[in-house]
């Protein structure tokens, strides 16, 4: 099917310690570019005293959107391998962040790129991939009596109902694989919606 990409289930970690210091990774499945920043931050406050917060994402069916990030580490020695290992597993749609604890040994930049890219296999191997469908969010404004006709379409093509509301005028958003889009548009029209 066009509109797979392969992603991980849920959050995994992982941890690899190397002369005293630790790198503790998290591999963080992610929509958009507000979800990493919300996650970062996150992060970043439940170890504000580790000495760097480095990372990866990958985001767009095809992960066509990256970044990866050194946060003061020597430049391409903590973000780069980090995205590698993204790449490596061939998924998208995730955020990986390796928080370092200096242990007082300095690594060299060839010891930090070999503990970063280690610490972001382990979270990784230890993360259940699966195959996801790109979808799009969309919007269904109703009157109360085309209830029936719009829950027969979400029924006819198994749509997910994300919220919904029942009033006067109904709302309701559900998500919509991406191929099937213009063809529930076009449903939605024929009955008067959209």
Known sequence: MLDTYLTIHKISKGLFKEKGSKFLSFAVPVKNLNEV???????KK????ARHHCYAYRLGKDGEIFRANDDGEPNHSAGDP????IKAFGITQVLIVVVRYFGGTKLGVGGLIN???TAAKIALESAEIIEAIESQE?????AYEQT???MGLIGKYELPVLEQ????ACTMRIDCPKSKVPIVLGELKDIGLA
């Open 37 to 43: 920043k919300v996650v970062l931050e996150d992060l």
């Open 138 to 142: 969309l919007t269904i404004t109703y």
């Open 148 to 150: 029936n006709q719009v």
């Open 165 to 168: 509301q029942f009033a006067e």
């Open 115 to 117: 503990a970063y890219r």
């Open 46 to 49: 439940s170890h504000h005293d």
């Open 82 to 85: 980090i995205l590698g290992q």
